[in-house]
């Protein structure tokens, strides 16, 4: 066979398999729908002995003069495997003051799977008030108990198709409110929106669709974008609002590994870019960027491959978007990167309020 030239482009051109693929040729296209990987199987082949071969970093992951990809070994590398190293941070606000609500916000990959993966070990030594999930990929009668550790309130949310998107929330203070969806029908259908009121502010967690392989949902992405604008904006005439969740969305060149290669790829379109620019500066702030406006290298999603993750090819695609009335009470933003279970690592907003 001659070199094969494998492009994986993102999130959505690469997303997880459950399916061991050890065995068989792996041509892997361009595809990045929400949960499922488009694989075409080879002809099988023993395991190549040769020397490892040369990357060049040309795609959103990389390019690779090779014809064979072992994904289920990459996939390993989304499992904690030594001990777990939390970032901490003593930050103050604008204000002086110290933190005293904690947040985090974590795609993980499917509920399940990730229990299976000390998830809930994170949850143990983080000791978060608040920590809002997405892409649960179980309906929510079937959640495990387990998942609801002790001393927390859970709060599920599944779409009509069995194992696609979900969001959720797992929370130490007593919402005064939680609402599903955002109040249309077109767009409720997936799981992908709890609203829980507090006494100061609206939480927000989100899996924000993404526009799929060849884009085939951008349309219906800008749709959604729009809807759930509108959404934000009544909420915020309420009282200040913090928006999480996996954003499906990239906004700046500095929050991928490889910008150029991804301007028509699902994440990192102008549409998609344009639109999360419109929610910014209508009111809102990038948490992450307003702390630190010209870090790079922080991401936090890679795709399951080519040793993604340990070679830290990745994009930002997770956030905490706050109403400018709450930046005052803005602490910090950790990225827990060395935390494992998905093939997202959580992230933490630290406000004093």
């Not at 143990?124 to 927390?152: H, R, V």
């Amino acid at each position: 066979m001659s070199k094969l030239r494998q492009t994986v482009l993102s999130k959505r051109n690469l997303t997880k398999n459950e399916d061991d693929k050890s065995k068989a040729t792996l041509m892997i296209e361009k595809d990045k729908t929400d949960d499922k990987l488009q694989v075409k199987k080879g002809k099988k082949r023993t395991a190549s002995t040769s020397p490892a071969k040369k990357v060049k970093k040309t795609g959103s992951i990389e390019q690779v003069d090779d014809d064979t990809e072992n994904i289920e070994e990459s996939k390993n590398e989304s499992k904690q495997t030594g001990p777990m190293t939390l970032k901490t941070s003593d930050r103050l606000s604008c204000k002086g003051e110290k933190a005293n609500l904690k947040l985090v916000s974590w795609n993980v990959n499917g509920i399940r799977a990730w229990i299976t993966n000390k998830g809930l070990k994170y949850i143990e030594q983080e000791q978060p008030d608040i920590i809002c999930f997405q892409e649960l990929k179980c309906d929510k009668e079937k959640i495990p108990k387990e998942a609801t550790p002790t001393g927390y309130k859970a709060f599920w949310l599944s779409g009509d198709q069995a194992g696609y998107s979900g969001v959720g929330l797992l929370t130490k203070i007593d919402p005064v409110d939680v609402k599903y969806g955002i109040g249309v029908a077109e767009h409720d259908n997936e799981g992908r929106v709890i609203t829980a009121e507090y006494d100061k502010f609206y939480l927000v967690v989100s899996y924000i669709p993404n526009s799929g392989r060849k884009l085939v949902r951008l349309t219906y992405r800008q749709k959604f974008n729009q809807a759930f604008h509108a959404y934000l904006k009544e909420l915020d005439g309420k009282k200040p609002v913090i928006w999480c969740g996996d954003l499906n969305v990239s906004h700046l060149e500095i929050d991928l590994a490889n910008p150029k290669t991804n301007t028509k790829t699902a994440g990192f379109t102008k549409e998609e870019r344009n639109d999360f620019s419109k929610i910014l500066t209508d009111g809102f702030i990038d948490s992450f960027r307003h702390l630190y406006p010209d870090k790079r290298d922080a991401y936090t999603y890679w795709a399951y491959f080519r040793n993604a993750r340990q070679r830290n090819i990745g994009w930002r695609l997770d956030y905490f978007i706050l109403s400018s009335a709450l930046q005052e009470y803005l602490c910090d933003f950790i990225i827990q990167n060395q935390v494992y279970g998905s093939d997202h690592c959580p992230i933490v907003l630290l406000l004093a309020v």
